[in-house]
């Protein structure tokens, strides 16, 4: 690895026609993975993927100019200091305000690429081209700023993020919300059957905390092994496993962890009012990412959680 300032004239502009081409297959990238669910912003990127052809089209102008028709391959992770990036084709679903976010950073780290090989170029043509460039990736967040308000106009914003509120549904809440809602009330029958059978909190304890990991791990391979993705948008099948079963677990280990506590008769009473918590939390999940009404949700899940709890109690009586 090389360090910036051993570089020659010669090695700074194919280094900077290689970052160009770089980044403008990143921007392209983004637009292709934004297309279909967000065209508008998929447009913005557009426009930044065209920025960057002009850009490495003037270097390799000059370069001819100065130096002729081979241009030696330098990239950046032969060069100390620059930032290494994730390849955008590893990261699937693109999440908009990521993109975002790695857009900026890369127009920062051009911008002082360019004022850093400006200083140190001795031929006033490269200089005057490198200042000129370092000048516009200075106004490059200008220019994307202009380029999403001519794209993206109130009612394709408000789209976009409707759109984007949807996948988060999808992706995220549901899984979740599956894996909470069977680790809460899946896992009321065994550790509140054990409770009342043995009146002992650590056994009541050791099958909340089995039933709690087996269930998240079981729900988890479950969602994971569901569909892959590719047709139903619910993103990559492992990441929605690992969503429901960390949620799976959380949900049965809520009302599990009370029964760590020795007196037998607070241990009960603390976790009767965690799964009541745990009963509103999915209540009020299910109201504001579902749209289910309140009382309604409030139902479902009580009644649910009710028969469950009830099965439970008469197993460890009987």
Same mark, same amino acid.
């Given at each position: 690895?090389?360090?910036?300032?051993?570089?020659? @004239?010669?090695?700074?502009? %194919? /280094?900077?026609?290689?970052?160009?081409?770089? #980044?403008? +297959?990143?921007?392209? !990238?983004? &637009?292709?993975?934004?297309?279909?669910?967000?065209?508008?912003?998929?447009?913005?990127?557009?426009?930044?993927?065209?920025?960057?052809?002009?850009?490495?089209?003037?270097?390799?102008?000059?370069?001819?100019?100065?130096?002729?028709?081979?241009?030696?391959?330098?990239?950046?992770?032969?060069?100390?200091?620059?930032?290494?990036?994730?390849?955008?084709?590893?990261?699937?679903?693109?999440?908009?305000?990521?993109?975002?976010?790695?857009?900026?950073?890369?127009?920062?780290?051009?911008?002082?690429?360019?004022?850093?090989?400006?200083?140190?170029?001795?031929?006033?043509?490269?200089?005057?081209?490198?200042?000129?460039?370092?000048?516009?990736?200075?106004?490059? @967040?200008?220019?994307?700023? %202009? /380029?999403?308000?001519?794209?993206?106009?109130? #009612?394709? +914003?408000?789209?976009? !993020?409707? &759109?984007?509120?949807?996948?988060?549904?999808?992706?995220?809440?549901?899984?979740?919300?599956?894996?909470?809602?069977?680790?809460?009330?899946?896992?009321?029958?065994?550790?509140?059957?054990?409770?009342?059978?043995?009146?002992?909190?650590?056994?009541?304890?050791?099958?909340?905390?089995?039933?709690?990991?087996?269930?998240?791990?079981?729900?988890?391979?479950?969602?994971?092994?569901?569909?892959?993705?590719?047709?139903?948008?619910?993103?990559?099948?492992?990441?929605?496993?690992?969503?429901?079963?960390?949620?799976?677990?959380?949900?049965?280990?809520?009302?599990?962890?009370?029964?760590?506590?020795?007196?037998?008769?607070?241990?009960?009473?603390?976790?009767?009012?965690?799964?009541?918590?745990? /009963?509103?939390?999915?209540?009020?999940?299910?109201?504001?990412?579902?749209?289910?009404?309140?009382?309604?949700?409030?139902?479902?899940?009580?009644?649910?959680?009710?028969?469950?709890?009830?099965?439970?109690?008469?197993?460890?009586?009987?």
């Amino acid at each position: 690895m090389r360090s910036f300032d051993s570089l020659s @004239e010669k090695e700074i502009l %194919a /280094l900077a026609i290689s970052l160009e081409e770089e #980044d403008e +297959r990143i921007y392209a !990238d983004y &637009a292709e993975g934004l297309r279909t669910s967000y065209p508008a912003s998929a447009g913005v990127f557009d426009g930044m993927r065209e920025e960057e052809s002009s850009h490495r089209a003037r270097l390799l102008e000059l370069y001819r100019q100065r130096f002729g028709e081979h241009i030696p391959l330098i990239r950046r992770q032969e060069v100390r200091g620059f930032v290494q990036r994730r390849p955008s084709w590893l990261v699937k679903p693109l999440g908009l305000d990521a993109v975002r976010k790695q857009a900026s950073a890369m127009e920062v780290e051009s911008r002082q690429f360019y004022e850093r090989a400006s200083a140190r170029a001795q031929d006033v043509g490269v200089r005057r081209l490198l200042d000129d460039l370092a000048q516009q990736e200075r106004s490059h @967040e200008h220019r994307a700023e %202009a /380029l999403e308000t001519e794209k993206l106009q109130p #009612d394709v +914003r408000q789209k976009e !993020d409707e &759109a984007r509120r949807r996948l988060f549904v999808l992706q995220v809440v549901q899984p979740g919300l599956a894996g909470l809602m069977d680790g809460s009330v899946s896992t009321l029958a065994p550790v509140f059957a054990a409770a009342f059978a043995t009146q002992q909190t650590r056994t009541a304890f050791v099958v909340g905390l089995a039933a709690s990991l087996g269930a998240g791990i079981s729900m988890g391979f479950a969602e994971a092994l569901s569909d892959d993705g590719t047709l139903t948008g619910r993103g990559h099948p492992w990441a929605r496993g690992s969503i429901t079963g960390l949620m799976t677990a959380l949900g049965g280990l809520g009302h599990t962890l009370p029964f760590l506590i020795g007196n037998f008769q607070i241990a009960m009473i603390t976790a009767v009012v965690v799964v009541v918590i745990e /009963l509103a939390t999915i209540t009020w999940i299910r109201h504001r990412y579902m749209d289910t009404p309140t009382v309604s949700a409030a139902l479902q899940v009580g009644l649910g959680g009710a028969l469950v709890f009830a099965t439970g109690a008469l197993l460890g009586h009987s």
